[in-house]
DNA sequence: AGAGTAGAGATTGTTCAACAATCCTGCAAG
DNA sequence: CTTGCAGGATTGTTGAACAATCTCTACTCT
């Protein structure tokens, strides 16, 4: 959701359009303002039980103590609660009434659940674009392409979690094709739902592994304009891709 | 979210029917144990701000002052909080750091993209419904038959908006069908955010009226088991009612 | 001994009052 | 007309306090 690190900067850009480049610097600058002004302590403090939390280091059915959590944190109970609330309806924690917040432990409906949604946006995300943008400029499939790379990368250096973040980054920039703020929004609730589940797996190398030829795949794809064959593959990508973390899931 | 509990050993299987009864019976004395236990007290402010948003007592634009809804409500500050950030994520409020909370202003590219989410979404139910439960049991369509006729008997009352409430309240029980909790959350914020826009509509009326028609004829495509002619009709149908409600929104 | 119950201790839900940080308004100066 | 600067108002955050609820232990009774 962030670590778009300042993008800003990288000067040129004075070409034939100077109109557009201001716009397009203007752009940015409001989002760095923006990145900025976020700070407040309670987003402060989810982003790092979000990192905790998809990290593994909360594993799923553990309890979120709130006075404990107030001292390593360094915030006030109500700030912590509010941190909570905006976690609680990220997927990546529950309530339960004077119980406490906990990690939720998903079941094997919310793998099906989730790899439905996941199939529905993605697909006509890609049959959207054909529709809509057959005129795709290539730049905006950059960020795919380096989603890819980095997911290269980390293979080759035996990182696999490091491997499938960059997946769930690539999937991130497909829905972001689509230019819907509201796609993007549940994407991110879907991604760190899915999250949560890798940590119960044992095997991330074979679960992330094939996906990475799969991920080129489809970016040559969307390059060279088969919209409807990247669909296609897409769909059943999706189809494989629940069937692996099922078995997984059976077998932890 | 939760009252998943007290799902348990109903005392197995005494007679077929007598044991069924008592499992409807424990559901819906679940349900209001749940309803009873989710009382606190940001959630109980946080319905009725719901309700003054979708009503239209508070349009498009206003600020809510926190001293003020204080009073109001007869909450603290604190709990108050809890239920704007609740809001929030609904979509019926948003905030703006240091300056408060607003009830949001939507523009043309919102309509455009709650459409486009809409599209996705109910057709893929329908499409869904052919695929994994054709031997659908009447006795589910039993809600949506329900609200056809609530929009029937409000449109003979004149009372448009209710109307425009029952028609809503088909497409949720039609999302319902998939039986898959996200697609309902996602259906629940999408409509909130679509009531909003029509307190800026001045003619309700040309506005639901076309649409009990064509929902009783949705729902009889599917008592008669004819999912794809479903399918193709609700794509048309939300087609319509996206260029009814961008119409409406120009001439405002 | 085992089942049920009462109560102590711990945790969450909510309120209140205070202070810090930020925004908005109006006014003066260039 | 824009820029810069108080002053007031509103939001962001804190800490302490109390009420409500849950959990676990120890006790009573059969």
Redesign the pocket.
Known sequence: MVSDDLEMSTGGAEGTEQGTARQAWLRTVAADVARL?R????ERAADILRRSITEGALPPGA?????EL?EVL??????L??AFRLLTHEGLLV?K?????FVPELEERDVVDLYRLRRVLEVDVIRGLAERDPELPASRLEPLHDDVEAAEVAALADRWPAVGTANMRFHEHLIGLADSARMDAMTGRLLAELRLLFHVIATPRELHEPYIVRNRGLLELLETRKYEQAAVDLHQYLLDSEQGILEAFRAR
Chains 1, 2 share one sequence.
């Open positions: 002004d700070s407040s302590s309670a309890q979120l103590s709130e006075i107030t360094e915030v006030s109970r109500n700030t609660r509010e309530y009434l004077h119980r406490g917040v």
